[in-house]
């Protein structure tokens, strides 16, 4: 039997990196209503203990389930994902959920030396649930983890201000480049959603070119295959796309940040 659901999508980040997923899912889906989620007073996400992580999220999903009966969730966040998908889709019906997990496997069908890198923040890094995917789908790689904890404020910081500090982006991403003599590093996993905006001055300040892979699109696209069903809540004068911050006052440029992608912002209180 066929599902009947209906609601918006519902993307969800703890700051401005899930804009990156909603980029392209407007491309593939553009005329659903979106609700933006930032929990942008927890940023960054990467740095939290998991269990007191673990306890928030559940606790913000399932206020923002209740109030909002989205059609579906997208977690554009992998450091939210890699701890908290599996235990989110047992405690609320698990169909709504689409999640982002980093690149691994196209990362390692794709690169010709077998010099892989997966950039992400310190919390994905240690994830049970990145390991896993290395070991299922890249165990003939040599996958170098980097964790940045300043990479995401960076880009946070980018995307208010226009400004980026090259020097630490490059000292950011250095470890990244592994070079053995006659193989060297080919490919990078951008595994946090906020550095797609980054992506250029990364280019600009690497050793070396390689390929960098990140999952927005990916995601668009899998959400786009489980919404066949779906009667999403279409976008329309007097119910437009919402951003919601966690935080009870988003800064005035993240306010005009988020009208630019054409989202008006609501304060969202978790007291
Ligand atoms: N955008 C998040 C991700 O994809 C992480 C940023 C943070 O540390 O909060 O992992």
Request: proline share 6%.
């Given at each position: 039997m066929s599902e009947t659901r209906s609601g918006s999508v519902l993307i969800f980040d703890s700051g401005i990196g899930g804009l990156s997923v909603l980029k392209e899912l407007r491309i593939i889906l553009p005329s659903v209503r979106y609700i933006y989620v930032a929990d942008d007073a927890a940023f960054p996400y990467g740095a939290?203990?998991?269990e007191a992580l673990l306890?928030?999220?559940?606790?913000?999903?399932?206020?923002?389930?209740?109030?909002?009966?989205?059609?579906?969730?997208?977690?554009?966040?992998?450091?939210?994902?890699?701890?908290?998908?599996d235990h989110l889709r047992q405690q609320f019906p698990s169909e709504i959920f689409v999640?982002?997990?980093?690149?691994?496997?196209?990362?390692?069908?794709?690169?010709?030396?077998?010099?892989?890198?997966?950039?992400?923040?310190?919390?994905?890094?240690?994830?049970?649930?990145?390991?896993?995917?290395?070991?299922?789908?890249?165990?003939k790689c040599h996958v170098r983890l980097v964790g940045s904890d300043k990479l995401a404020e960076l880009a946070e910081n980018y995307m208010r201000t226009g400004y980026v500090d090259e020097g630490a982006v490059a000292t950011e991403i250095a470890p990244c480049f592994?070079?053995?003599?006659?193989?060297?590093?080919?490919?990078?996993?951008?595994?946090?959603?906020?550095?797609?905006?980054?992506?250029?001055?990364?280019?600009?300040?690497?050793?070396?070119?390689?390929?960098?892979?990140d999952t927005c699109e990916a995601i668009a696209r899998r959400t786009l295959t489980l919404a066949q069903d779906i009667d999403f809540e279409?976008?329309?004068?007097?119910?437009?796309?919402?951003?919601?911050?966690?935080?009870?006052?988003?800064?005035?440029?993240?306010?005009?940040?988020?009208?630019?992608?054409?989202?008006?912002?609501?304060?969202?209180?978790?007291?």
């Amino acid at each position: 039997m066929s599902e009947t659901r209906s609601g918006s999508v519902l993307i969800f980040d703890s700051g401005i990196g899930g804009l990156s997923v909603l980029k392209e899912l407007r491309i593939i889906l553009p005329s659903v209503r979106y609700i933006y989620v930032a929990d942008d007073a927890a940023f960054p996400y990467g740095a939290w203990d998991e269990e007191a992580l673990l306890g928030r999220m559940t606790k913000l999903f399932g206020r923002l389930i209740e109030k909002h009966r989205p059609g579906m969730i997208v977690i554009g966040c992998n450091t939210a994902s890699t701890l908290a998908i599996d235990h989110l889709r047992q405690q609320f019906p698990s169909e709504i959920f689409v999640g982002t997990v980093p690149a691994v496997k196209p990362a390692a069908e794709r690169t010709r030396s077998g010099l892989v890198s997966i950039l992400a923040t310190p919390g994905t890094v240690k994830r049970q649930y990145t390991r896993n995917l290395i070991r299922q789908y890249a165990s003939k790689c040599h996958v170098r983890l980097v964790g940045s904890d300043k990479l995401a404020e960076l880009a946070e910081n980018y995307m208010r201000t226009g400004y980026v500090d090259e020097g630490a982006v490059a000292t950011e991403i250095a470890p990244c480049f592994v070079d053995k003599g006659d193989k060297r590093t080919d490919i990078i996993v951008l595994a946090c959603t906020h550095y797609p905006f980054l992506v250029n001055r990364m280019r600009k300040t690497a050793p070396w070119p390689v390929d960098w892979i990140d999952t927005c699109e990916a995601i668009a696209r899998r959400t786009l295959t489980l919404a066949q069903d779906i009667d999403f809540e279409q976008r329309k004068p007097g119910l437009g796309d919402l951003a919601l911050f966690t935080s009870d006052r988003p800064a005035p440029e993240i306010i005009r940040l988020m009208g630019g992608f054409g989202l008006a912002v609501e304060p969202y209180s978790l007291k």
